[in-house]
């Protein structure tokens, strides 16, 4: 197999699809016909020059989800009595 040459800007497109579009580096090397170990390199070299450090991103991201969804669980539940308590209310004989 011959060594194949890339330019910056393919290199640091391949590093925007893991890092700003969420794809996994196995997705983004399917999507572009090159290795995986590429792809790892690049976002391990070019991810500061991005805006997305290589830290600890998709367990952040992951763990902000959760909290949000617990969230928008509770808000919920609070909007359902809210409307509930209105009903009795508004049933009332004054």
């Given at each position: 197999?011959?060594?194949?040459?890339?330019?910056?800007d393919?290199?640091?497109?391949?590093v925007?699809?893991?890092?700003?579009?969420?794809?996994?580096?196995?997705?983004?090397?399917?999507?572009?016909?090159?290795s995986?170990?590429?792809?790892?390199?690049?976002?391990?070299?070019?991810?500061?020059?991005?805006?997305?450090?290589?830290?600890?991103?998709?367990?952040?991201l992951?763990?902000?989800?959760r909290?949000?969804?617990?969230?928008?669980?509770?808000?919920?539940?609070?909007?359902?009595i809210?409307?509930?308590?209105?009903?009795?209310?508004?049933?009332?004989?004054?």
């Open positions: 197999m011959a060594n194949r040459r890339f330019s910056r393919f290199k640091l497109s391949a925007k699809l893991v890092n700003h579009q969420g794809y996994t580096v196995l997705q983004a090397a399917d999507s572009l016909g090159v995986d170990q590429n792809i790892r390199n690049w976002v391990a070299q070019f991810s500061a020059e991005v805006g997305k450090a290589p830290t600890d991103e998709p367990g952040k992951r763990e902000e989800v909290s949000l969804r617990q969230e928008n669980r509770r808000l919920r539940m609070e909007r359902e809210l409307k509930k308590a209105a009903a009795f209310f508004a049933r009332q004989p004054t």
